[in-house]
């Protein structure tokens, strides 16, 4: 479906209105089925980002920079974020030994249990999501939201 139609316009669009709302619906569309695959779990799609960056640390702490560049939405609270998953019991925060202003942050094992469960549902919630393209029209839409965002 168009999206005039999805918004129900009933004035012509430019095509720079028409990418921009285009890109901020379908992003609402896949946010909200999204949050849906994790609502079971009690977290957020931002707490589930920062379990998959301390997952990708493989053992080793992240601190709270680290955190914050590796996010996806890097105006998240990082620090309410982390807070939130640690009442979970899905991370621990301890005191860096070499430099006592600097928080180290560790996924517990809880926290790992919980993403190797979602992991299966993840992959068919993205191959679900893309399954009406072909792998080149993947490729492409790929490479011209890269262009579009490294504008």
Do not use: W
Request: aromatic share 4%; glycine share 2%; with cysteine.
């Amino acid at each position: 479906m168009k999206i005039e139609d999805e918004i129900k316009s009933t004035v012509a669009l430019d095509i720079s209105k028409k990418i921009i709302l285009n890109i901020l619906y379908t992003n609402n569309i896949l946010s909200e089925k999204f949050n849906e695959l994790l609502k079971p779990y009690d977290l957020s799609s931002e707490q589930y980002n920062v379990l998959r960056i301390l997952r990708g640390q493989k053992g080793n702490p992240a601190n709270m920079c680290v955190i914050q560049e590796r996010m996806l939405a890097k105006t998240s609270n990082t620090t309410r974020l982390v807070d939130k998953l640690l009442l979970k019991e899905l991370v621990t925060r301890n005191v860096c030994p070499e430099n006592r202003r600097k928080i180290e942050v560790l996924i517990t094992q809880k926290g790992l249990d919980v993403l190797a469960d979602l992991d299966p549902k993840v992959i068919a919630h993205e191959n679900a999501s893309t399954s009406n393209l072909s792998l080149e029209e993947l490729e492409k839409l790929n490479e011209l939201l890269e262009k579009y965002r490294n504008q």
